[in-house]
């Protein structure tokens, strides 16, 4: 073992009794700038300008609910053992997949009582919430969690990586998979993509769709390289769920095509802001 590496503090400081983690600051870092993305485009795609603000007073909350229950479920035969530990979730321990379905559900309700088209709040908020994924994941890189199998530490040295990944990347005498970074990276993409797909002028959804696709594809192959996978039997859970929303967001979009539930394109502005098609 090199005693001489030692991980990075998780704590960012302390006032008093009270300890702020690097991991809730960095998630909160990436939902403040999700969400000043989401309230300009909206802005530009004709929305009321406290739209998103109002939806996300709703959103984090039950997102960050829906996470931790998600992941309490599926690890259930810990927390069962040490139940203290169920809302202490400045030590890691959310899943992604129970943040999206939260907040899908939330935003999903709230364009109802709003009058508001769904899927044109889902097309402007896909660039958004990927970013906002790709910036979250440092939270875990604080953590050292999150992250694949052991490797060498010429292997990280290889990917040109800087000596304080590569450093933190050394968990109890051993080298790891940054993970964290690799889906880290593969959300950027996604992001860069998104903001392109905008000038395609896409039908309205598709937008969303193709991050949901997006997303769940490297999710997929990146799911397969950890060492923390939440299970169900002999199945990765994010791996299935991958799988699965990739087949349902291709057929919404094939379904939504064919009944021309569709015919609006995402730069439609104003007039057509309050369809719910």
Do not use: C
């Amino acid at each position: 073992m090199n005693s001489t590496i030692q991980p990075l503090d998780p704590i960012a400081f302390a006032i008093g009794p009270i300890q702020v983690h690097w991991y809730g600051l960095i998630i909160g870092a990436g939902l403040a700038l999700a969400l000043f993305l989401a309230i300009r485009e909206g802005d530009k795609r004709g929305l009321p300008k406290d739209t998103f603000a109002d939806l996300m007073l709703w959103a984090i909350p039950i997102a960050i609910l829906s996470a931790r229950i998600y992941y309490v479920i599926f690890e259930w035969g810990y927390y069962a053992q040490h139940p203290g530990q169920i809302f202490q979730i400045w030590n890691g321990g959310i899943a992604i997949h129970g943040a999206l379905i939260g907040s899908v559900l939330t935003a999903y309700v709230f364009a109802k009582k709003r009058g508001i088209s769904f899927w044109k709040i889902a097309d402007i908020a896909a660039p958004s919430i990927i970013l906002g994924q790709a910036i979250g994941r440092w939270g875990n890189f604080m953590n050292q969690e999150a992250h694949g199998g052991e490797v060498t530490r010429s292997f990280l040295e290889n990917l040109q990586l800087p000596e304080f990944i590569i450093n933190q990347m050394y968990i109890n005498g051993a080298y790891y998979h940054p993970t964290f970074l690799y889906e880290s990276i593969w959300n950027i993409i996604g992001f860069i993509l998104l903001i392109l797909l905008r000038r395609v002028n896409l039908r309205r959804g598709e937008l969303f769709l193709s991050y949901v696709i997006w997303y769940s594809v490297g999710r997929f192959f990146i799911e397969g390289l950890r060492t923390d996978s939440l299970m169900l039997g002999g199945l990765r859970m994010a791996q299935s769920i991958s799988i699965a929303l990739i087949i349902g967001a291709v057929i919404i979009l094939i379904y939504r095509r064919k009944k021309n539930l569709a015919k609006d394109r995402y730069q439609d502005k104003t007039n057509q802001a309050l369809t719910h098609k």
